[in-house]
């Protein structure tokens, strides 16, 4: 077993391991280590619609390198995500994604990414989408409270039917440790990629346009992200994620 990308950003390790995607391209007031609501520290990713107005910019978020990971092989992907209090909803018209698992979509960068959570007046929907479920294959939903911690966990092996065969292709779900849901066969769009998706966490408005989107901003947290191959169970994943330490002043850059 290896990790691959990630762990827990309390101790800053899991950071260097990530491309920063946003308004600016290092870690600073969009994307940075800030101090949570419960004394510990986390990522923090910050979007403002000004950054779309004046940019198009869609994200803050940390990507890992689309080649870290190779066909043939289960992986292992988490996140522990918070939403800070204060939180606002906006109805069902918003739309904003706090984790993802993306495929190298060059060719048809239109499409939903594989696997996503995607959060619409408060209930985050994690999504898996591929050539038989276009729109999105609604794996479970999770009604999220601000100021609370939830663990979204998956194990799979991408089959694309081309890199993979088809009938190898699984992925099983757990949140907070249950396991909530279980698919087998085609799990991804069938275009062929060099490399099976990677992992990516932060916030995304993929439609900058909206009308509930004008002049307001989001900031999400991330307790942890990480994705490893091989065997390495669950359990030391988690313990590796949720390690948690309290600092006098959050860290603004490493």
């Known amino acids: 077993m290896s990790i691959l990308v990630g762990g827990n950003f309390a101790s800053g390790a899991a950071v260097p391991g990530f491309t920063v995607q946003s308004a600016s391209s290092t870690l600073g007031s969009r994307i940075r280590l800030a101090k949570m609501d419960d004394g510990t520290i986390g990522l923090a990713s910050t979007l403002h619609h000004k950054d779309y107005a004046d940019t198009g910019q869609l994200r803050s978020e940390l990507s890992a390198d689309s080649a870290l990971a190779t066909w043939g092989k289960v992986f292992r992907a ?3 995500v918070r939403l800070p209090p204060g939180w606002v909803n906006h109805g069902s018209e918003e739309g904003q994604v706090l984790l993802q698992m993306h495929e190298v979509n060059a060719a048809a960068v239109s499409r939903r990414p594989a696997f996503a959570g ?21 794996l479970t939903t999770v009604h999220m409270v601000p100021g609370r911690d939830y663990s979204i966990w998956a194990e799979v092996r991408w089959a694309d039917g081309t890199n993979e065969p088809t009938a190898n292709g699984y992925l099983n ?19 062929v990629d060099p490399n099976p998706p990677y992992l990516k966490c932060g916030v995304y408005v993929p439609d900058g346009a909206s009308p509930w989107w004008a002049g307001k901003s989001r900031t999400v947290w991330h307790r942890g992200a990480v994705m490893a191959d091989g065997g390495e169970s669950f359990e030391a994943l988690q313990s590796l994620m949720k ?11 490493l």
């Open 78 to 80: 988490g996140w522990i």
């Open 118 to 138: 995607e959060l619409r007046d408060g209930v985050l929907s994690v999504i898996l989408a591929h050539d038989d479920a276009p729109d999105g294959d609604i």
């Open 173 to 191: 779900l757990y949140v907070d440790g249950a396991l909530v849901a279980q698919r087998t066969g085609r799990n991804h769009w069938a275009t």
């Open 243 to 253: 390690t948690a330490t309290v600092s006098a002043a959050p860290q603004v850059l």
